[in-house]
């Protein structure tokens, strides 16, 4: 039985993807649950995965529930290295089903940086909820600031990637 579904989605696969048909894994085309918290990140655009008029909202919680990456790293914005952790933009971007070329990334005080999908998918750009283990206040640029492993990769420690490392992160906006 499973030899014919094979054979049967591996010959139908390619003309469902020639007509058009968006053909996700089941994780990619569920609705995602609603937030039972305070929303940290809405995330807009071309997305295929929403839980409130055709956006995605997340609560800490469901970031939390992602697979979550850590790194040590100094910063030019802290006075020494800090353990940050939290779920790689990648990563969310393939769970909300992204299919934009660039993501908008968008502050609490609307500063705004766009970003390549591809440059995401390349580098290990986290969506940081915590520092040393405690998650960050609006006051410690939280509760989510976009961050790179600065020491770990000098070519990171540049002007260019220090200006997509928003903090107070609030949207990201898929196009």
Do not use: C
């Amino acid at each position: 039985m499973r030899a014919k579904l094979a054979y049967f989605l591996g010959g139908i696969m390619p003309w469902l993807m020639l007509a058009g048909v968006a053909v996700f894994p089941a994780s990619a085309a569920e609705p995602l649950l609603s937030p039972q918290h305070p929303v940290v990140l809405t995330v807009t655009g071309e997305i295929h995965r929403t839980n409130s008029d055709e956006k995605a909202l997340f609560d800490l919680s469901m970031l939390d529930k992602l697979p979550q990456q850590s790194f040590s790293t100094d910063t030019p914005w802290t006075e020494r290295k800090h353990l940050f952790s939290g779920v790689l933009l990648s990563e969310l971007l393939k769970y909300v089903g992204a299919e934009g070329k660039t993501v908008r990334v968008v502050a609490l005080n609307d500063y705004h940086v766009d970003i390549d999908i591809e440059v995401a998918s390349q580098h290990p750009l986290l969506l940081a909820t915590r520092m040393d283990g405690e998650t960050m206040k609006i006051r410690d640029k939280g509760p989510i600031w976009l961050m790179l492993p600065l020491s770990d990769n000098k070519s990171y420690d540049t002007k260019r990637y220090h200006e997509l490392l928003a903090w107070q992160l609030k949207t990201l906006d898929i196009r």
